[in-house]
Nanobody, 127 residues
């Protein structure tokens, strides 16, 4: 079972930047899918970005494309989400997720694709 621990959230002004980290333990050499999702108050959890552990293929939600970058460090066993040009609508709890299998963009954007989740980290963007 993979364990995920997020960090790096906080309060930032509109236009600012944050980098979230997801420390991964219990990971195997298989091509895990690593995802970032977010959930704003009163809204459903939504897909943000995904990356393949082997190869580094990435997918992004249209709402963050060009502003957010997902990456992974295979040595540190950590996945990152670099967030730039932040907007108030980016305010949410951000969750890291993992699954043993890669998939299509549609599959990777689906909550049920992932079998492990972190506890979340709060990101607040003030206007």
């Amino acid at each position: 079972q993979v364990q995920l621990v997020e960090s790096g959230g906080g309060l930032v002004r509109t236009g600012g930047s944050l980098r979230l980290s997801c420390a991964v333990s219990g990971h195997t050499a298989s091509n895990y899918a690593m995802g970032w999702f977010r959930q704003a108050p009163g809204k459903e959890r939504e897909f943000v970005a995904a990356i393949s552990w082997v190869g580094g293929t990435t997918y992004y939600a249209d709402s963050v494309k060009g502003r957010f970058t997902i990456s992974r460090d295979n040595v540190k066993n950590t996945v990152y989400l670099e967030m730039n040009s932040l907007k108030p609508e980016d305010t949410a709890v951000y969750y890291c997720a993992a699954d043993r299998s890669w998939g299509s963009r549609v599959q990777l954007a689906t909550l049920t694709h992932y079998h492990s989740w972190g506890q979340g980290t709060q990101v607040t963007v003030s206007s």
